[in-house]
């Protein structure tokens, strides 16, 4: 694939096949963010119990864990691009089946539950093979910039396109919204069939190979790679943090700081734009400083927004603080996603993405509920310095690879992919 010279920048070209998957990735998240916000809402309307409420929320991770990493193997045996638009294909077929039961009056939580559990169990076979298939469309010195136009585009379809369209929708019936994200992924699923990827030829697998020891192959590359073990060591503390942080959020302004569901929403679009603002910057940001330097840079801010939000009692200090937040969050994850698109094997990638993927999301639950015990415990701002704390671990943790050469230097020549949040 061509790609445009922009100095010692090598920015990927939106012509032929980034283009189109570019606008799959974007038009699909806006329908998943259509389709997550509406569901706590139905799930509220058919039950009063918060157990089976929470459960809607618990299976955006539960499949994760359990088929997180034969995602990943299954995305190594597969062919990437038809293996992307069949699974948005049968997944487009299930969000339309529950909108039609929905608009006749069929649904149930149980279903609701079930729906959700279907949908992220297909979606670790699909981002796995999707972090795989990015590098046979765009140059190797393009991969910065092409991730960080991906990250970008979707940040502003679920935080700022799905947000005003959600209660148009359901202005209109509270099916509306699944309707509208069975045909995103329809959609997606036509633009990713019409891709024309040149694959590299894969070595031949042993015989007798089983999925198991596929998966325990990927799992020794991530653990032997010093500068991967690193991230994803560093990357799992963060989530952990922002576990913490995320669902004690809305405690925090409307408690702590008092101020109501106005505070609530200026926090939540400070993030979004500083999140958009970082994934526009990224590039540039990396080619300057270096990849694991800017990954540690923009940790080191994050604990300084951090520490702001938790000690300084005024709305403006935490809007501040998080819209610089997701400015460096979305700076670390571009450069992650690079370093590890980079560093994994071609072979090996689906593999090692689903390892990396499976631990760093295990931390979120894990850090909402320590979240949770912190601020029932020592007060409600206690959650922002309890994550600050393990962004610290996560920042050191990294230290030892600056000292690194070949890792310290420019991210455009370094040879080695949220999500923090």
């Known amino acids: 694939m061509a790609a445009t010279e922009a100095g010692s920048v090598r920015s990927a070209d939106w012509r032929g096949g980034f283009g189109r998957l570019w606008t ?9 963010s259509l389709r997550t916000a509406a569901m706590p809402l139905l799930a509220a309307s058919l039950t009063t119990q918060p157990l089976l409420i929470a459960l809607v929320t618990a299976c955006g ?22 293996a992307m638009w ?43 093979a999707a972090t795989a298939l990015l590098p046979s469309m765009v140059p190797a010195q393009s991969l910065g910039s092409a991730n960080a136009r991906l ?20 202005a209109g019936g509270a099916a509306l919204p699944y309707v509208a994200d069975a045909v995103t992924y329809v959609l997606a699923a036509v633009l990713i069939a019409s891709l024309r990827v040149s694959v590299p030829d894969r070595p031949p697998r042993a015989a007798g190979s089983t999925l198991r020891g596929d998966i325990a192959a990927g799992l020794r590359v991530l653990w032997g ?90 709305l403006w200090a935490l809007a501040c603080g998080l819209a610089v937040f997701g400015f460096m969050g979305m700076v670390w994850n571009v450069n992650q996603v690079t370093l590890m698109q980079q560093r994994s094997p071609d072979s090996m990638l689906g593999r090692i993405s689903s390892a990396f993927r ?20 020592w007060g ?21 690879l600056l000292r690194s050469t070949r890792l310290g230097g420019s991210g455009a020549g370094t040879q080695v992919r949220e999500e923090v949040g």
């Open 151 to 170: 990250l970008t585009g979707q940040q502003i379809a679920g935080a700022f396109l799905a947000a005003p369209l959600v209660p148009v929708l359901l």
């Open 24 to 32: 799959a990735a974007v038009v699909s998240r806006l329908g998943d």
């Open 358 to 377: 499976t631990m760093t999301i295990a931390g979120a639950p894990l850090g909402a509920m320590l979240g949770g015990a912190a601020a029932g415990a």
């Open 225 to 314: 790679d010093r500068a991967l073990r690193g991230l994803c060591t560093a990357t799992t503390l963060c989530n952990v943090g922002m576990g913490a942080l995320i669902a004690t959020l809305v405690l925090h302004v409307t408690g702590w700081l008092d101020a109501g569901n106005a505070g609530y929403a200026l926090a939540v679009t400070a993030y979004g734009a500083g999140s958009v603002t970082g994934g526009l910057l990224a590039g540039r940001l990396s080619e300057r400083f270096g990849r694991i330097r800017g990954i540690v840079g923009a940790g080191a801010m994050q604990i300084g927004c951090l520490l702001t939000m938790g000690t300084v009692r005024e």
């Open 380 to 400: 409600l701002n206690t959650p922002a310095l309890l994550a600050a704390g393990l962004f610290v671990c996560a920042v050191a943790s990294l230290l030892p």
């Open 86 to 128: 069949m699974v948005d294909l049968l997944r487009g077929a299930l969000v339309a089946a529950f909108a039609v039961a929905v608009g006749v009056g069929h649904a149930s939580i149980a279903l609701l539950i079930a729906l959700a559990f279907a949908l992220t169990t297909l979606q670790t076979l699909f981002d796995n």
């Open 61 to 82: 991770y539960l499949p994760w864990l359990i088929f997180g990493l034969l995602g990943g193997a299954i995305a190594d045996r597969v062919d990437q691009r038809r």
